[in-house]
């Protein structure tokens, strides 16, 4: 469904570009550049050597200034795992990520080997780099004349996501806030917030939101995949209070349009997590 649009480097504003990969599955996340006057800063690092290499040969093809600052949407491995290939940067993320990727650690690595072994194999003795600065709530940065706004509307895919709004350009790195075409994985998230963050989201005065995953587009696009969670969060409630097994309700579901989606074998788990949403665990 991600996979007819555009890849690589995207300028997506004067300065801004959005690295996009193909397909936008598991590990196969996107990340943000923004040239400054004399430094840039790079938005995620992406999962695979390979991956970030690339990424950085495209930054040497449009600048050659340095990157002074990288900051982190969340904690997640296919997001931060290319961290230690930016020495040069100092590494920012909301509080929350930074707390989750020391706790998480390289563990998940294990868990990802069956479905992608080659990637994995890649991360093989890796440095997990944790982020040297930290903020809540918000905080804006300034990148020459241009402001950029580090926002954190609460849990939505995990606790400590972090968005990167461009005022002047109405732009917006969402991180794993949004997926477009892709199946949204709530396995750390809280699904009922995340809706919540998503309406939020939809109040800002933006054009363009770059997704964690598939292609940057329109609100619209972010509309969409919140009524994939809403669809599934519906129909799994009115499996829990009818008694029904997470499995069940899993069986239950209609996805309708959603089915098309990348990854949409992600349903039982989050479908899990909404049970635990439900019984209060979260």
Not at 125 to 132: A, I, K, Q, T, V
Not at 141 to 164: E, Q, Y
Not at 201 to 221: F, N, R
Request: glycine share 10%; with cysteine; hydrophobic share 40%.
């Amino acid at each position: 469904m991600a996979g007819d649009s555009p890849t690589g480097l995207i300028e997506v504003a004067d300065g801004v570009y959005a690295y996009v990969q193909a397909g936008g599955g598991l590990c196969v996340a996107n990340a943000g550049l923004i040239v400054g006057p004399e430094s840039c800063i790079v938005i995620d690092a992406l999962f695979a050597p390979s991956m970030t290499r690339a990424f950085r040969s495209e930054i040497a093809r449009v600048t050659e200034k340095p990157v002074r600052l990288l900051i982190e949407t969340h904690h997640h491995i296919d997001h931060t795992a290319g961290n230690a290939l930016f020495p040069e940067a100092q590494i920012i993320s909301h509080a929350n990520a930074r707390r989750e990727q020391e706790r998480v650690g390289t563990d998940v690595l294990e868990l990802l080997r069956p479905r992608i072994p080659d990637l994995v194999a890649e991360t093989d003795g890796f440095e997990l780099r944790l982020p040297d600065l930290t903020f809540d709530g918000q905080l804006t940065l300034h990148l020459g004349d241009r402001a950029l706004r580090l926002l954190h509307f609460g849990p939505a895919h995990t606790i400590g996501d972090a968005l990167v709004l461009l005022p002047d350009e109405r732009l917006l790195f969402a991180g794993d806030i949004a997926f477009h075409g892709v199946t949204p994985l709530g396995f750390e998230g809280h699904i009922g917030s995340w809706l919540d963050v998503c309406g939020r989201v939809d109040d800002l005065e933006i054009d363009t939101i770059v997704p964690g995953h598939g292609p940057p587009g329109p609100k619209d696009d972010l509309r969409r995949m919140a009524g994939y969670l809403r669809t599934i969060r519906e129909q799994a409630r009115d499996s829990f209070e009818a008694g029904r097994t997470p499995e069940e309700a899993t069986a239950a579901i209609e996805l309708g349009e959603y089915a098309s989606w990348t990854d949409s074998d992600r349903l039982p788990l989050n479908v899990g997590r909404l049970y635990q949403e439900f019984r209060g665990e979260i």
